[in-house]
């Protein structure tokens, strides 16, 4: 069973490489970096090297990838984690409907959803294709989770620890403090001070 799996990793189907080296090409179009495809597809790291040349004229940059799971869910940054949580959103569907499709394939779906999601809304994308990658796998790996907000009911991305049963998302606590009894409060406080 080992050999067999060993064999397998050595020698890819001819197809199944031709679709990897396409989906690598669609990544690098969208930014992704050598490790990043590497990381989704065991294509040799010279080839990917070299088609990243080919895709983009530009030697592929080194330095660390994102690290911080916290970047995604920290509601200091609400338009940041809103675009995090609709790209999970996507991510889940996408892995839902289409069982046979590469996680690369997946992932440059929910990559190209999230950037016309953008546009429609006409907001600055804050997420890169990298990060978009690495917040899947942050989700993947259960450093991040989402969450169900209790009056809007849409999904939102928080740290794993951070997830309880009242949980209210940044728009809806935003909207909530323009509530008359909460203008209200804030008006009584200032009147007592
Ligand atoms: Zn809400």
């Known amino acids: 069973m080992a050999s067999a799996d060993k064999k397998c990793k050595e020698v890819i189907p001819v197809l199944l490489e031709m679709r990897m080296l396409k989906a690598a090409e669609e990544m690098f179009k969208r930014g ?13 790291r010279e080839k990917l090297m070299r088609l990243h040349v080919e ?3 530009q030697n592929p940059i080194t330095g660390p990838l ?10 200091t940054y609400p338009m940041r984690m809103i675009q995090s ?4 959103d996507s991510y889940r569907r996408l892995r839902e409907s289409s069982k046979s499709a590469l996680e690369a394939e997946i992932i440059i779906a929910a990559y190209d959803l999230h950037i016309e999601h953008c546009q ?4 600055e994308p804050l997420l890169t294709f990298v990060r978009c990658w690495h917040l899947i796998q942050q989700v993947r790996i259960n450093s991040l ?3 169900k907000c209790v009056h809007c009911e849409g ?4 740290n794993v620890g951070r997830l309880n049963q009242k949980y209210e998302c940044p728009l809806c606590v935003r909207s909530s403090s323009l509530k008359p ?6 008006k009584d406080i200032a009147l007592a001070a």
């Not at 992704?32 to 040799?44: F, G, I, Q, T």
């Not at 999904?155 to 928080?158: A, D, G, L, M, T």
């Not at 009894?181 to 804030?186: G, N, Q, R, S, V």
Request: no cysteine.
């Open 32 to 44: 992704a970096r050598v490790p990043v495809v590497s990381a989704l597809m065991p294509l040799k």
């Open 55 to 57: 895709v983009t004229g």
């Open 66 to 75: 994102p690290s911080d799971h916290t970047w995604y869910s920290s509601t």
């Open 85 to 88: 949580s609709v790209i999970v």
């Open 120 to 123: 429609a809304i006409k907001a």
């Open 145 to 147: 989770a989402t969450t």
């Open 155 to 158: 999904n939102y991305v928080v």
């Open 181 to 186: 009894e909460a203008y209200m409060k804030t």
